[in-house]
Structures are given as structure tokens and as C-alpha cells.
T-cell receptor, first 113, second 113 residues
């Protein structure tokens, strides 16, 4: 059964204090791993799709990396506006198609000035 | 912005009443999805559509039905709402143009009393 586990559940950082969020996954065959940002009361906002181990993608202060069992979202010198819940999801190539995603429960990040 | 709107944005209803949520997209994407989001569970797929009149069940489909009579509209119906269906409902579309990405609407907060 496909499974996605995110850790930690919540993370509090001081502004400028770099850290990483973890997403561990179990799938029969990974088609893609996705990172989203979600602000309170809003829909998830797409950040990255990673497809194969060793791949990295960056956007502003965020960098996502992928191995065969997990993905990390590295946040460098975070600012208070980076505070949000970060969601990870996977797409299993053997799930029957149609681009279905399996989500983790998310990591709530709070960045304090 | 993937041109996704959801209506209503908030609804309070009583147990046993039927409820229909609407998702509208403006860009003629083939694949559309309905998710629910609950604390501790993350986003879970209810139903999805891979074309007009083509739909299938997700992991939490019991108590829900869907219809898609036009490319741009995907309706989610709770035939007889229960308190366990109190949740935030998100519609999504998938885009494949080189990269694979899935975009979400703003959500509908449904409370069943």
C-alpha cells in the first residue's frame, strides 16, 4: 500500500535559521513526488515535482531533493512569510493511472522574527 | 492560478440533507479531482474524472457521488449528509505539459450539524 509520512509534524524556527522537512514514502513505483505549500484557509499551492533519485529543484529559499525512499525540503534563511503547512504527495505509476496523488499529513512551519 | 473556482465557499447543512459542491475550471483540462482534508489525515481523494461522463472512485468515496457533464464542471454530491462529512473539500486539476503538476481550488468548508 502506498504511504507518505512527513516529519516533523510541526517546526518552529527563528528567522534566518535554516532547516529541513522530511517526506518518507513507500510506493510500488514512483512516477513523481510533489511538494505543496498551504496557507490557512487556502488551497494547496504547487511548488515542485521530482521524478527520480538525485533530482533537485529550487525556488527562492526552498530546495527539494529526492532519494529512493525520501525527499527533503530544505529551507535556507527562512523569513516569517515562509510560515505555512508544507505537504508532500506521491504518484504511483502502478496506481491505475489518472494522476492520482497520495498525500502526507503535512508539516506546519512557523518562522518567528 | 489555474482558473479553478469552487462554490459555495462555505456551507452549513443539517444531517440527512443532500448537498452539491461545484468545481469550475476555465482551461479545458481533462483530469479533475475531489479531495477532502481533515486534521491528521491530510488530503484524501474522493472521486476523480478523466473526461466528460468518465469518473471513478478514490480512497474515500463512500457517501459521495460525482458528475461531469461538461469539461469545465465537476460536481460532488453528498446524497444524505452526515456529521462525518464535515470537512474542507478541494477540487483539483492536473496539467501535463513537460512537467506534471496538479493545481487546487480555494476549497469549500462544509459543516454538517
Amino acid at each position: 500500500e502506498d504511504q507518505v509520512t512527513q516529519s516533523p509534524e510541526a517546526l518552529r524556527l527563528q528567522e534566518g535559521e535554516s532547516s529541513s522537512l522530511n517526506c518518507s514514502y513507500t510506493v510500488s513505483g514512483l512516477r513523481g513526488l510533489f511538494w505543496y505549500r498551504q496557507d490557512p484557509g487556502k488551497g494547496p499551492e504547487f511548488l515542485f515535482t521530482l521524478y527520480s533519485a538525485g533530482e533537485e529543484k529550487e525556488k527562492e529559499r526552498l530546495k527539494a531533493t529526492l532519494t529512493k525512499k525520501e525527499s527533503f525540503l530544505h529551507i535556507t534563511a527562512p523569513k516569517p512569510e515562509d510560515s505555512a503547512t508544507y505537504l508532500c504527495a506521491v504518484q504511483d505509476m502502478f496506481s491505475g493511472g489518472y494522476n492520482k496523488l497520495i498525500f502526507g499529513a503535512g508539516t506546519r512551519l512557523a518562522v518567528h522574527p | 492560478d489555474a482558473g479553478i473556482t469552487q462554490s459555495p465557499r462555505h456551507k452549513v447543512t443539517e444531517t440527512g440533507t443532500p448537498v452539491t459542491l461545484r468545481c469550475h475550471q476555465t482551461e479545458n483540462h481533462r483530469y479533475m479531482y475531489w479531495y477532502r482534508q481533515d486534521p491528521g489525515h491530510g488530503l484524501r481523494l474522493i472521486h476523480y474524472s478523466y473526461g466528460v461522463k468518465d469518473t471513478d472512485k478514490g480512497e474515500v468515496s463512500d457517501g459521495y457521488s460525482v458528475s461531469r457533464s461538461k469539461t469545465e464542471d465537476f460536481l460532488l454530491t453528498l446524497e444524505s449528509a452526515t456529521s462525518s462529512q464535515t470537512s474542507v473539500y478541494f477540487c483539483a486539476i492536473s496539467v501535463t505539459s513537460g512537467e506534471y503538476e496538479q493545481y487546487f481550488g480555494p476549497g469549500t468548508r462544509l459543516t454538517v450539524t
